[in-house]
Structures are given as structure tokens and as C-alpha cells.
């Protein structure tokens, strides 16, 4: 088990969440050390968007304690915008701005919020952009580039931002397959590197390699939550035997 | 009863006579009119009431009304009131030049901003969640989002409000204006001969809606440049 | 606000007038979109060429002018006509509730035409395809297929167009027509009060733009119930 004796990274306690009568997170505790890799998985519609989009205020949870780095998340803008800053977040469907360029998109948010000059956000801009391996595409539109180079772009732009941690929602769910594993390949840089992240995929052989814990949600609840190993191998619960079951049949 | 295609041409000079006016009161309404409607649209979409309730009740009436019953309210009805007489308003609402601008302006403003309202809801949501992920202001996300993508999406509907504006200066002709429908209609008045000179007139504004189509259509292909084909 | 009450009367016929002026219409109206529509659909370039060009021209001009040229140019033609068969005769026209009519359904008719040919392209070609697979004719697959489709895609667009046409009711005033703009002005010769009388014009316009934007909402929400998200 990855993480040291510092204050965990991310805190969620008793967190529920409603959507009008129906109730999306049951009940929710989780500590996401520091460097730890934590994957997310569950049938459709079992909570893990809401749960992770909870994390930075996409959703707002009803109850409940969520606190990263430190910071407790509330109603408050301020301490909004300060847990927003810590935490990257990478979309399903990439959400690249489609009016700017790769490199734009880059160096909106922080030429606007860290308040960064111009040259120096280029050249982080250029860094990151080398990092997930395409720095030439830098000055293309976001529609000229396939799925999975946007996705990386779209790694790249969170990265700039200088997270502490960083959220995956499906990030590999929208790509035809021969793209998937240039996002995952990435990702499993990112890892290496000491990221903490939270990833919601179906990509278990991901899971496997890269976790350091594997979480299994199923009707807005925490069931099972385990080291890979023990999860894939010994599962304890009769739904996650089931979703496994389902899910490495084929 | 012959058609006098000579009359046409003829009459087409003594028409643009009227094309000044015309395009005065295309222009200035509309230039007053986007002012209005990107005030109106803040207001509309603001989250507070007491801005957003008038917002939606000056769309309402200006968008439920004709636009004629407008220029009389405003041209014939005003007057009624000595509040208005005495006002520093008077020297403009008493000129039917005055009372048109002003009636077309509120039209306008009421149509585009519902017209920009449609472009800010068209764009994505997902780009918003993008913007606040990466911790932009709601102003900022507003600014620098949503409005370049909005204003593309826009384009088309505004296009169609801009022909429907120049439709709309038409009826300056009903108090008195002698734009280029009121220019005509005192020619037909007088050489009784009402195709001829109706169908050049018409045959003007067609030519300036294509124009102004072209126009735009330009502008849009411009804003779509980075839009996959 | 008194003086209005011993006006009421006039003003109800007035809106009488123009509801059956806007029926009249609505029917022409929709007429020449659809067969504009099916022109523009069709393989042959004449039919194709004939609908554009009345789209063009009739979204191209003004509505007032329109009504101008139907009105007077009419009103010549048919005086002429007659005076050749009757010197004694002084003038003849169309009248001004019929070339009204027509006059602003030629232009509204144009704008359906667009609306139509675009909700009969918009229905997915997939749904087609599913039909003619299962072995449905061509003829039912326009009717319980098609037809379902296009008019959910029409509605809100529609809706707009018969805003439009009942707003331009008011236009046919200019040509004498005696509906409420004209009581207004009839009224304000007596009350000497124009912003009254106008501002009630204005409210009967307002309250039935209202239940027609009413009317179409609950028309929308029926067409699209099917869509209601699963909870």
C-alpha cells in the first residue's frame, strides 16, 4: 500500500448524493492516499461518475464530508475554486475547446487563473504536450486530430494546471480500439511518475497492472475495495464475483 | 393594361432615393438593438429574478406584439402623455424617424437576444465542465468559451433576424417615412401604376437580402473554420 | 382606462376579423409550404427551380410590400378589366380581407416550405431503412413512419410561423381592412386617447400570440412524450 504519513489526498466521508428521489451515492467512504493509484470500477449507472465529479464540485454532494488536500469542499466559491486548482480531471469525451488550437487549449486556464506570463506558459505548455507525445500537432484545431490524440491533449491540458491529483472519468470509453492503448500508455507514465489518480475505466488489464487499489461500486455503494490482486483473484463479494464474471467472460 | 418595363427602370433610381433611409433605420436599430439584446441576455440568464423576470416580460411583449401595433403605440399613443412631452425624450419621439428607431431597436433587441440565448445554449456542456475542471471563473468560462462558440452557432438565426429587420423598416412607410416603400407607394399614388413600381421596389430588397446573405455566409464560414468538414 | 369599456364591442369584432383572417391564412399557408416542400424534394429541376425562386423572393420582401402589390396591383388589373366591360364603373377590387389573406400567406408560406423540406430531411435515414426492410411500402412508410417524425421535427418552427402570420394580420389594416387597428383609430378620433386604444390592440395581439405559443408547447410535449428520459 503506496503513501506516506501525511495528511491523505483525498477524504470521503458518509457522502451521499440525490438526484431528485433517486439516490446516487449510498453512504460513500474512501481515503485516496498520496502517489496512490485507485480504479474505479462498476456496472453502468452504479455512482462512479457521480462519485468522482463529487470530488471537484461537478456534482454536488448532499451529505457528507469531501476534503482534498486539506481543503473541505463546501458551498463556498473560494474553497471551490481552491480544491478545483489541485485537481485535474479528464473527460470521457475529451471537452478540448474546438475554437482554440492544441496549444491554446493548453495554455487557457493558466494564463487565467495561475496567472502565469505568456512565455512561460508555452513553454510548460510545449513540455506537456512533448510529454503525452505529440508536440507537433500544437498548433492544429481539436477536430483535426484523431480520438486518442485528443485525449491526450486533453491529459496534457489537465497537467498543466499542475494538479496534485487527478480524476479519469472513462477516459478511454470513447475510442475506437486500436486508439486505447497510445491514452493508456500515458496514463501508465503518469503513474510511474508518482500521480495520484483516480481512474473510472473497464480497462481492467490497466487495473491490474497499475492499481494500487481497485474499487468496486454497484448501485451507489462502496461493495468491495482491495489491492488488485486480492480483487481479481479472491474477490469477497457475491455482486463483484458476478461484474467479473460479466466483465473478463470475453 | 400594359407592363410598362421601362417604368421599372425608370423607377429604380427614384427609389434609392428611399434606400437612405432605409438602410439608416436597418443599421442604427440593429447596432441599438445588439446592445440591448447582449443586456438583456446577462439580465435573462443572471439566476436573479428581479433581472431575469424583466428580462423575460420585455421578450414577451416585444416578441407577442406587431411590430406595427409597436411603431403606433410609440409614434401615435406616446404623445398622449405630458410626462413624455415635457421629457428630454420629446425631440426623438416626436419625429416618426425617432419613434421607429426606438420601436425597431426594442423589436430587435428582444428577438437576438433569444437568438444569442439559443447559441449560449447550444454550446456543449461538457466544455463548461472542462472550464470549471480547470478552475475558470464563471466569467472567465463566459468570455472565453462560451461567447466565440456561441456567436458561431448564432449566425444563421441572426442572419434571418437581420433580413427580417430590413422587412421590418418597411412599415416606416405607415408614418409617413419615405424610405423606400414609402417612396413608392407615393409614385403609385400617382402613375396608378402599382406592379411596376411595387416590383422594383421589391426587386431592391431582394438584392440587399442577397447581400446581406453573402454576407454573412462569409462571416460564418470564417467562425466555422475549425469545425471538422 | 374607463373609455375602453364602451369599445369592447368593436374591439371583439375586430378580433374576430383577424382570427378568421389568420384561419384563412394558416390554411394557404400551409398549402404552399407543403407543395413548395414537395417541389423542392422532387427530382425535376422545374419543380425545383419554381420553389426557389418563390422562397426567394417571398423571404426577400416585405410583407407590407407584398400586400401592397396583391392589393393595388389586383385592384388595377381588375378595374381596368371592368371598366372595359362598363365605362360607368369607378373601381374594383379584391376584398382587402382575401388579398390580405393571400398576401401574407404567400410570404409565410415561403418560410414553411424551408421548415418542411428541412423535417423531411431530418428524419433518420436508419428509421427508413428499418421500414423498408421489415417490408413496409413506400406509401406506409410516409405515413407511419415518416409523417409521426416530421411533424415532431416541424413544431417548433411551425409554431413561430403562426406567430408570424398573426402578427402580420395587423398589416392588412393599411389596406383598409376593418379590424381592430382600425377601431383603435376609429375610437381615438372620438376618445382622443391613441396610447389607450393602441395599447389594447397590443393586448388582444398579446393574448393571442399567448395561447398560441401555449398551444404549441402542449402540442410540443405530446409529440415528444416518447422521449422522456427513463428514470
Known amino acids: 500500500m503506496s503513501g506516506n504519513g501525511r495528511l491523505p489526498m483525498i477524504v470521503m466521508e458518509g457522502v451521499c448524493k440525490f438526484f431528485g428521489d433517486f439516490q446516487a451515492l449510498k453512504n460513500i467512504n474512501l481515503t485516496v492516499n498520496r502517489r496512490e493509484r485507485v480504479v474505479v470500477c462498476g456496472p453502468s449507472g452504479s455512482?462512479?461518475?457521480?462519485?468522482?465529479?463529487?470530488?471537484?464540485?461537478?456534482?454536488?454532494?448532499d451529505s457528507g464530508r469531501i476534503v482534498v488536500d486539506g481543503n473541505e469542499l463546501t458551498g463556498d466559491v473560494k474553497d471551490i475554486n481552491a480544491v478545483r486548482r489541485e485537481v485535474g480531471m479528464v473527460f470521457q469525451s475529451f471537452n478540448l475547446f474546438p475554437h482554440l488550437t492544441v496549444i491554446d487549449n493548453l495554455m487557457l486556464a493558466p494564463k487565467l487563473v495561475r496567472k502565469q506570463s505568456k512565455a512561460e506558459t508555452r513553454e510548460r505548455a510545449m513540455h506537456f504536450l512533448e510529454r503525452v507525445r505529440i508536440p507537433e500537432q500544437a498548433d492544429k484545431w481539436p477536430s483535426q486530430l484523431s480520438g486518442g490524440q485528443q485525449q491526450r491533449v486533453a491529459i496534457a491540458r489537465a497537467l498543466c494546471m499542475n494538479p496534485e491529483v487527478m480524476l479519469f472519468d472513462e477516459p478511454t470509453s470513447a475510442l475506437d480500439p486500436e486508439m486505447i492503448s497510445e491514452v493508456l500508455d500515458v496514463m501508465v507514465d503518469l503513474a510511474q511518475e508518482g500521480m495520484t489518480m483516480i481512474v473510472v475505466t473497464h480497462e481492467m488489464g490497466f487495473a491490474r497492472s497499475v492499481a494500487d487499489t481497485v474499487v468496486f461500486m454497484d448501485a451507489g455503494e462502496i461493495v468491495e475495495m482491495n489491492p488488485p490482486t486480492e480483487f481479481f483473484q479472491d474477490p469477497k463479494n457475491e455482486r463483484t464475483r458476478l461484474f467479473l464474471s460479466q466483465i473478463l467472460s470475453h | 393594361m400594359s407592363f410598362d418595363v421601362a417604368l421599372i427602370v425608370n423607377s429604380i433610381p427614384k427609389m434609392l432615393d428611399g434606400l437612405e433611409l432605409t438602410l439608416e433605420l436597418l443599421l442604427l436599430s440593429s447596432a441599438i438593438g445588439l446592445f440591448l439584446a447582449v443586456g438583456t441576455l446577462l439580465m435573462r440568464i443572471s439566476g436573479l429574478w428581479f433581472l431575469a423576470w424583466p428580462a423575460m416580460l420585455y421578450i414577451y411583449v416585444f416578441r407577442g406584439t406587431p411590430i406595427l401595433v409597436q411603431i403606433f403605440v410609440i409614434y401615435y399613443g406616446l404623445p398622449q402623455f405630458e410626462l413624455i412631452r415635457e421629457s428630454v425624450l420629446w425631440p426623438v419621439l416626436r419625429e416618426p424617424f425617432g419613434c421607429c428607431v426606438v420601436a425597431l431597436s426594442l423589436n430587435a433587441g428582444a428577438y437576438v437576444s433569444e437568438?444569442?440565448?439559443?447559441?449560449?445554449?447550444?454550446?456543449?456542456?461538457?466544455?463548461?465542465?472542462?472550464?470549471?475542471?480547470?478552475?475558470?471563473?464563471?466569467?472567465?468560462?463566459?468570455?472565453y468559451v462560451t461567447t466565440p462558440i456561441a456567436i458561431r452557432l448564432a449566425i444563421p438565426a441572426y442572419s434571418n433576424d437581420f433580413i427580417s429587420m430590413l422587412k421590418a423598416t418597411a412599415l416606416a412607410s405607415t408614418v409617413t417615412l419615405m424610405d423606400m416603400t414609402g417612396v413608392a407607394r407615393t409614385i403609385v399614388a400617382k402613375t396608378f401604376a402599382p406592379y411596376e413600381i411595387f416590383i422594383a421596389a421589391a426587386l431592391i430588397y431582394l438584392s440587399m437580402t442577397w447581400v446581406i446573405q453573402r454576407g454573412f455566409g462569409l462571416y460564418e464560414r470564417y467562425m466555422s473554420r475549425y469545425v471538422k468538414e | 382606462m374607463s373609455v375602453v369599456v364602451g369599445w369592447?364591442?368593436?374591439?371583439?369584432?375586430?378580433?374576430?376579423?383577424?382570427?378568421?383572417?389568420?384561419?384563412?391564412?394558416?390554411?394557404?399557408?400551409?398549402?404552399?409550404?407543403l407543395i413548395g416542400a414537395a417541389a423542392k424534394l422532387s427530382r425535376s429541376r422545374i419543380a425545383k427551380g419554381l420553389a426557389s425562386t418563390y422562397t426567394v423572393i417571398f423571404r426577400g420582401t416585405p410583407e407590407l410590400l407584398v400586400l401592397l402589390i396583391i392589393y393595388f396591383g389586383s385592384a388595377v388589373t381588375l378595374t381596368s378589366l371592368a371598366q372595359a366591360l362598363d365605362p360607368e364603373v369607378q373601381f374594383v377590387d379584391i376584398p382587402p380581407f382575401w388579398a390580405g389573406a393571400l398576401a401574407i400567406a404567400l410570404v409565410v408560406g415561403a418560410y414553411m416550405t424551408e421548415t418542411f423540406r428541412g423535417a423531411f430531411l431530418g428524419v433518420d435515414h436508419g428509421q427508413i431503412e428499418a421500414a423498408r426492410a421489415l417490408g413496409l411500402s413506400t406509401l406506409q412508410t410516409f405515413v407511419y413512419v415518416r409523417i409521426p417524425q416530421m411533424w415532431r421535427l416541424a413544431l417548433p418552427n411551425f409554431g413561430n410561423h403562426m406567430l408570424s402570420l398573426m402578427k402580420d394580420t395587423a398589416l392588412i389594416s393599411v389596406i383598409g381592412l376593418e379590424e381592430i387597428v382600425f377601431v383603435a383609430e376609429i375610437a381615438i378620433t372620438v376618445t382622443v386617447k391613441p396610447f389607450t386604444m393602441y395599447f389594447v390592440v397590443a393586448l388582444i395581439y398579446l393574448a393571442i400570440t399567448t395561447a398560441i405559443t401555449g398551444a404549441v408547447a402542449g402540442l410540443e410535449k405530446y409529440a415528444n412524450r416518447h422521449l422522456e428520459r427513463a428514470r
Not at chain 1, 455512482?47 to 454532494?61: A, V
Not at chain 2, 444569442?116 to 471563473?137: C, I, P, T, W
Not at chain 3, 378580433?15 to 400551409?30: K, P, T
Request: include cysteine.
Open chain 1, 47 to 61: 455512482g462512479k461518475s457521480t462519485m468522482i465529479r463529487c470530488i471537484n464540485r461537478l456534482e454536488e454532494h
Open chain 2, 115 to 143: 437568438i444569442l440565448r439559443g447559441g449560449v445554449l447550444g454550446v456543449d456542456r461538457g466544455l463548461h465542465e472542462a472550464g470549471k475542471a480547470l478552475g475558470l471563473s464563471a466569467p472567465q468560462r463566459f468570455i
Open chain 3, 8 to 33: 369592447l364591442d368593436e374591439y371583439f369584432w375586430g378580433a374576430m376579423v383577424i382570427l378568421r383572417v389568420f384561419g384563412v391564412a394558416v390554411v394557404m399557408a400551409v398549402l404552399f409550404g
